[in-house]
Every structure is written in structure tokens, then in C-alpha cells.
């Protein structure tokens, strides 16, 4: 029991300048609800946000999460978008 309670206390310690941040903390930088985070770092999403597990939790390297966001593409726009243009060419 009282290894337990040694391994609970013991802290990973990442080299200097890099930032884990957990889904709240991520969110809150980007200004995004925390839920999003879920639908950004599934696998089946166009261009995942990086994610790294520790067991069920999700951790972010911030340096990571940054160049992901300035480097993703603009969301296409909506079919209702796509029509308004279409009638307007008209």
C-alpha cells in the first residue's frame, strides 16, 4: 500500500518549454468548450488534433496543439453557402 501512495505522488517532469495541458486547459487557450476538444481528436475527424493518452485520460503538448491549429485548413463551406453563391451567379 505504501508504494502505491509513492507511484500516486510521483510527478513525469517534461523537459523545459514544453507545456502538458489537459482537455480543459487546451480548450480554454483556444477558446473553445471543453466538448469540442472529444470531436477535434477523433481519428476519423479530417485533421485529428494530436493527442496523447495517459491510460483514459487525454494530454496535450501545447507546442503541438499550436502548429496543428495554425496549420489547419479553413472548414469548406455549407451546402447553404454553396447555394446562396450558386443564385447570386445566376
Known amino acids: 500500500m505504501g508504494n502505491k501512495t509513492a507511484q500516486q ?3 513525469l ?14 480548450a ?5 468548450p471543453p466538448k469540442s476538444i472529444y470531436a477535434l481528436v477523433r481519428s476519423r475527424a479530417n485533421d485529428p488534433m494530436p ?7 487525454l494530454r496535450f503538448v501545447w507546442g503541438e496543439v499550436f502548429e496543428w491549429f495554425l496549420n489547419r485548413k479553413r472548414k469548406p463551406r455549407t451546402l447553404k453557402a454553396r447555394r446562396s453563391r450558386a443564385r447570386a451567379a445566376v
Open 9 to 11: 505522488g510521483r510527478m
Open 13 to 26: 517532469t517534461a523537459p523545459s518549454g514544453i507545456e502538458i495541458l489537459t482537455r480543459q486547459q487546451v
Open 28 to 32: 480554454e487557450r483556444l477558446g473553445l
Open 51 to 57: 493527442v496523447h493518452y495517459a491510460g483514459k485520460e
